[in-house]
């Protein structure tokens, strides 16, 4: 792990990216007969990554999965379609577009991830997080590593972190009424 403190580059971030399985969710699936990957996903994140959204944050989702209901969470929290990368094979490529797509210095967008898959993002990030179930070749690499585990308050930690340090954690009901 780094030698420094994260909270450092915490003031550089404009972006955050995800992983979805181990970081969103605990990593449990459900498979129904007709083939639905089910996930949980805790609310607490999905608040979190409302507020990304609503003060202007671009959020990406990159993950090698995929599911219909996956897919309308996130949008259903405003992230728009073109930020949801299911079914990614080499995270890279995708974490590059998102960059590009929204001007951004892979240093000034900060990537949560979980395994094996994610480290060459994680190396290119400005800030690489882990939640604290993560693999330990992931932790290894990452600067900041929660202690919340994946889909039980990782993501809204990260966020939390980096909006209050920004002075962008704060409730504006105005933003609330708008539909998402």
């Known amino acids: 792990m780094p030698n420094y403190n994260y909270k450092v580059r915490l003031h550089g971030?404009?972006?955050?990216?995800?992983?979805?399985d181990g970081v969103m969710t605990?990593?449990?699936?459900?498979?129904?007969?007709?083939?639905e990957l089910l996930r949980t996903f805790d609310s607490k994140d999905?608040?979190?990554?409302?507020?990304?959204?609503m003060k202007g944050y671009p959020v990406g989702i990159i993950t090698g999965g995929f599911s219909r209901s996956t897919f309308?969470?996130?949008?259903?929290l405003g992230i728009p379609e073109e930020d949801i990368c299911q079914k990614s094979r080499d995270k890279m490529p995708d974490f590059l577009k998102f960059c590009q797509r929204?001007?951004?210095?892979?240093?000034?967008?900060?990537?949560?991830?979980d395994d094996?898959?994610?480290?060459?993002?994680?190396?290119?990030?400005?800030l690489s997080a882990a939640p604290a179930d993560a693999a330990p070749?992931?932790?290894?690499?990452?600067?900041?590593v929660s202690l919340f585990k994946g889909g039980h308050g990782f993501v809204r930690d990260l966020i939390e972190q980096v909006l209050k340090v920004q002075g962008n954690w704060s409730l504006d009901t105005a933003l609330f009424a708008r539909k998402y």
């Open 13 to 20: 971030i404009r972006a955050f990216a995800f992983d979805v």
């Open 26 to 35: 605990d990593g449990a699936i459900i498979s129904t007969t007709d083939g």
């Open 46 to 53: 999905g608040f979190g990554i409302r507020m990304c959204c």
């Open 72 to 76: 309308n969470r996130f949008t259903g």
């Open 102 to 113: 929204h001007g951004l210095r892979p240093e000034e967008v900060v990537y949560a991830g």
């Open 116 to 126: 094996i898959p994610d480290i060459p993002v994680l190396l290119t990030a400005g």
């Open 137 to 144: 070749e992931v932790k290894e690499v990452c600067d900041y």
